[in-house]
T-cell receptor, first 113, second 114 residues
Framework: AQSVAQPEDQVNVAEGNPLTVKCTYS??????LFWYVQYPNRGLQFLLK??????LVKGSYGFEAEFNKSQTSFHLKKPSALVSDSALYFC???????????FGKGTTLSVSS | GAVVSQHPSWVICKSGTSVKIECRSL??????MFWYRQFPKQSLMLMAT?????????EQGVEKDKFLINHASLTLSTLTVTSAHPEDSSFYIC??????????FGSGTQLSVL
């Protein structure tokens, strides 16, 4: 069965420092991997996705993620965090293009000034 | 980019009443709609998948008679929560898939049942 794990409920970083939000997945075949951000009482905003190709994916707002097949991971990163990055981040996976996404439980990112 | 309009964004209703949530794809045809539910501080859980003109496919544990999904056109899908109860209070989000199999999310609907 397909699944996604986000091992951290919360990540705290200081503004200007690099941030990492972890995600590991389990899916048969080649995964389609996504990161979304959610602000309070709002829908999901797409950040980036990995389908195939280069393992390092660059997305919106300066975020990037690295696909690591051997570790089945897709960690979200940003070199320099902003206070405005504080939000709830979801990693998601699907096993086929356009199928429903399976979401991780989410990680709250808190960036302090 | 493609836009999915979901409304209402917030609704409060009395227990026992029904609530309809609409999800529209504004500039593309949505061949498939996914409906998710999110409890506070929890992940999004897939409720059902609907293809235009077909009956929705519900995930295990989701009552199809309670959560009625209609996908009558390529630009509109609706989720009706029938005889709502406080335990149905949740955040509901739709996701539309276009013909290029890209996914787009609505802004969500916060349902509060008193």
């Amino acid at each position: 069965a397909q699944s996604v794990a986000q091992p951290e409920d919360q990540v705290n970083v200081a503004e200007g420092n690099p941030l990492t939000v972890k995600c590991t997945y389990s899916v048969s075949g080649n995964p389609y991997l996504f990161w979304y951000v959610q602000y309070p009482n709002r829908g999901l905003q797409f950040l980036l996705k990995y389908i195939t190709g280069d393992n390092l994916v660059k997305g919106s707002y300066g975020f990037e993620a690295e696909f690591n097949k051997s570790q089945t991971s897709f960690h979200l990163k940003k070199p320099s965090a902003l206070v405005s990055d504080s939000a709830l981040y979801f990693c998601a996976v699907s096993y086929q293009a356009g199928t429903a996404l399976i979401f991780g439980k989410g990680t709250t990112l808190s960036v302090s000034s | 980019g493609a836009v999915v309009s979901q409304h209402p964004s917030w609704v409060i209703c009395k227990s026992g009443t029904s609530v309809k949530i609409e999800c529209r794809s504004l500039d593309f045809q949505a061949t498939t709609m996914f409906w998710y539910r999110q409890f506070p501080k929890q992940s999004l859980m897939l409720m059902a998948t609907s293809n235009e003109g077909s009956k929705a496919t519900y995930e295990q544990g989701v009552e199809k008679d309670k959560f009625l999904i209609n996908h009558a056109s390529l630009t509109l899908s609706t989720l009706t929560v029938t005889s709502a109860h406080p335990e149905d209070s949740s955040f509901y989000i739709c996701s539309a898939r276009d013909r290029e199999v890209k996914l787009f999310f609505g802004s969500g609907t916060q349902l509060s049942v008193l």
